[in-house]
């Protein structure tokens, strides 16, 4: 063997060892850092979402105070029963329609229909609201009217329709006074929706 064999020998087995620890470093790497390594980085990011969710929580019990006060705020305002209650928005339209079918009973006002409306927000309160249809002798229409915006729970009418009510040819119907009108009246009132305990 000459000396240039010998050389290039010796090149080639450092080559080789040099490659064989690369490999087995390469290996080592990724079956055993790298896993460690990847676990580190998810565990980190669920502390991080962890600590966000706590931050949160803080943020939140450090406003029940001001929720409480609010809510004394509101019961206060809510004392001679302006707002309609209820524990869920079906309840609060439940309770609104009890309390229109109520007042057209009272006043001696016949309910051919009634429904519920899509609420409003007005100046970040919500109002709930119903569609009545109603028929009945002008007298009674007007007590309903006088009814439906003098008591409690505050009501506001946003849209009445009020027609005469008359049959075929423009006689009256049997068994319905003179002057009996038809009416459709959309009625709001606001909600009070109680906090579940």
Request: net charge positive.
């Amino acid at each position: 063997m000459n000396l240039s064999d010998l050389r290039r020998n010796l090149l080639v087995r450092r080559a080789l060892f040099f490659g064989g620890n690369l490999v087995a470093l390469l290996v080592v790497y990724l079956l055993l850092v790298a896993p460690i390594l990847g676990h580190l980085a998810d565990r980190a990011e669920e502390i991080s979402q962890r600590r966000t969710t706590l931050a949160r929580y803080e943020f939140v019990s450090r406003q029940e105070e001001a929720v409480k006060a609010f809510a004394r705020q509101v019961a206060e305002s809510n004392a001679r029963g302006e707002l309609i209650g209820g524990e869920s928005a079906g309840i609060v339209n439940a309770n609104l329609q009890a309390r229109l079918k109520a007042l057209a009973e009272e006043a001696n006002v016949t309910v051919r229909s009634l429904q519920m409306l899509p609420p409003k927000t007005l100046r970040g309160s919500t109002l709930v609201g119903a569609r009545l249809d109603v028929s009945a002798p002008i007298e009674a229409m007007q007590k309903l009217a006088r009814a439906l915006e003098g008591e409690t729970p505050l009501l506001f009418v946003t849209a009445a329709t009020m027609r005469g009510q008359t049959a075929f040819w423009g006689l009256a119907q049997v068994g319905q006074p003179e002057g009996t009108l038809e009416a459709q009246i959309d009625v709001y009132g606001g909600s009070l929706m109680k906090e579940r305990s």
